[in-house]
């Protein structure tokens, strides 16, 4: 026992000093001109998926704005849609024009008048924004794969005689193709050629694109690939870039939202949450499906306050974007099994700080497993088919009876639906829960436990993980004076006395407490 109590020890000093030195790095560089965006709650949309307005069985915009009354009916306050410029794929990530919507979803006309009605009923408009990469189809690569002379060539990156191209890219895939005599940059996929930010005339093209969006009313940008831009190797090279986006977009409207799309270490997304409003947090994502699925909070104690520090200490107007999966992974409620685990995930979600990002389908419980397409699936409006229903694909996880209709959903109080806005009107109505900050409270891996303060307003949440009814005592920090009223929960609190709460919780289940 001491021998582990020592390398703890040890492994706790080592992790310190690295900490510290990594920070008094961090503080040197210039702090951003950024206002705190936080108090939103999102819902990612795929609109191939959503709602079809005019029977092709593609989702679409205008099906979307007819169905701004659901969106608005969950409680969220703000909406990210993905890829909806005009491109060849089912998913968008591969644009061949940024200034036109797709056709299969509409017009421009038809998005304006969407975010027109959307920012009426008080709901923000992010849109996904690709930029570190075409689709091998955008008239740019054309000409530029084309023709050597073209103003376009440059805006690619084309291997030199030193390249070696059998070398992988940092994704570990294969990064140079050829066309004609020579070979492009592709970290991707072949059909995805990298653009190359060395040249003044891309940087520029992907400010005015950003202009002409927010200048249609969209609130800001989900940016897609962020870390990628450069090579790994030249990292600053891909952050200064950012800075310099950031400063437009900011430039053109005070208060866009950015949040990016960084999948790696902590200590890479700090480096971009110096920049950007929001990164999402990945690694909290996946703590959260684990500790749900295996039933131990142990990782999420670990992490939670040193992520939450760490962003605060490198940019203070920094807003957490936590999600529990989004389109690039399997359904969370594929991973997580069940009703009961799905809403203790739900309801962590949306306790924790940040702005939480819900994945369309995930308040209804929606299936899928990779490949992509079927994480991707037909929203499920109702129990059989009807008008607005989309059927682009077959839907293979969502079909049967197991997966409730949102039909059928609405009519049960029960149902993971309600839960939902349940817990986002809740969410809102709190400001502790909203816009406070955190303080775990360390107890057993079989719950989990915080604080979250707001000026003088606390809250302590209180989740037992584990499917039986649990009963214990915890000692609450000496700052975390509280009446020991629950407001929220199924459980109950036996006794407050001296800093020491005793309660029950039912299982996977959870209290709040003010
Ligand atoms: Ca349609």
């Known amino acids: 026992m001491k021998r582990i109590l020592r390398y703890i020890l040890i492994f706790a000093i080592v992790f310190l000093i690295g900490l510290s030195s990594f920070l008094a790095g961090l503080s040197n560089s210039q702090s951003p001109v950024q206002t705190k965006k936080d108090g939103l709650i999102f819902y990612e949309v795929f609109v191939r998926s959503f709602y079809d307005s005019n029977g092709d069985g593609i989702g679409d915009i205008n099906g979307l704005a007819e169905k701004l009354p659901y969106i608005k009916s969950l409680g969220v306050n703000a909406i990210w849609l993905m890829p909806i410029f005009e491109s060849p794929s089912y998913h968008g990530y591969d644009v061949t024009n940024y200034y036109k919507v797709n056709p299969d979803y509409g017009t421009n006309e038809d998005f304006v008048n969407f975010i027109k009605k959307a920012h009426k009923m008080g709901i923000k408009v992010i849109i996904d924004m690709m930029i570190n990469h075409t689709s091998s189809k955008h008239p740019w690569f054309i000409e530029a794969s084309s023709n050597k002379n073209s103003k376009y ?39 995805m050629p990298d653009l190359n930010f060395d040249n003044k005339a891309v940087r520029e093209e992907m400010k005015k694109i950003a202009k002409f969006w927010l200048e249609k009313g969209v609130d800001g940008f989900r940016l897609d690939a962020a870390k990628h831009i450069y090579p790994l190797s030249r990292e600053k090279d891909t952050l200064v870039w950012w800075e310099e986006y950031a400063k437009f977009c900011r430039s053109i409207k005070k208060d866009v939202y950015l949040v990016a799309e960084v999948w790696d270490s902590l200590q890479r997304i700090a480096q971009y949450a110096k920049i950007f409003d929001s990164c999402f947090n990945f690694i909290i994502a996946q703590n959260i499906i684990e500790g749900v699925i295996y039933e131990n909070t142990q990782t999420l104690q670990n992490n939670l306050s040193s992520i939450y520090n760490l962003y605060k200490n490198v940019n203070p107007q920094f807003v957490d974007a936590p999600f529990l999966t989004n389109h690039d992974m399997n359904r969370a409620y594929t991973e997580i099994g069940s009703n009961s685990k799905m809403k203790l995930a739900a309801a962590l979600l949306l306790t924790l700080p940040g702005n939480p990002f819900i994945y369309y389908g995930e308040e209804i419980g929606m299936k899928g497993q990779k490949p992509d397409e079927y994480i991707r699936e037909p929203f499920k409006w109702y129990e059989t088919w009807k008008k607005g229903q989309t059927n682009w694909e077959m839907s293979l996880y969502n079909s049967g009876p197991d997966v409730a209709s949102v039909e059928k ?31 775990l409270i360390k107890t057993s891996f079989d719950i989990l436990s915080f604080a979250r303060v707001y000026n003088n307003q606390k809250m302590v949440v209180i989740f037992n993980f584990t499917g039986k009814e649990l009963s214990k005592t915890i000692n609450l920090p000496s700052n975390i004076n509280i009446t020991g009223k629950t407001v929220k929960g199924s459980g109950k609190i036996l006794s407050l006395k001296n800093g020491k709460l005793s309660f029950s919780i039912k299982p996977y289940s959870f209290i709040i407490i003010n």
């Open 409 to 439: 959903q609405e009519k049960d109080k029960n149902s993971l639906l309600n839960f939902y806005r349940d817990m986002i009107s809740f969410r809102k109505k709190n400001l502790p829960l909203l816009k406070g900050d955190f303080q």
């Open 153 to 191: 060539r440059n805006y690619y990156i084309w291997a030199t005689p030193n390249t070696n191209l059998d070398e992988p890219s940092e994704l570990g895939t294969r990064q140079w193709y050829k066309k004609g005599d020579s070979y492009y940059n592709a970290i991707f996929w072949s059909e």
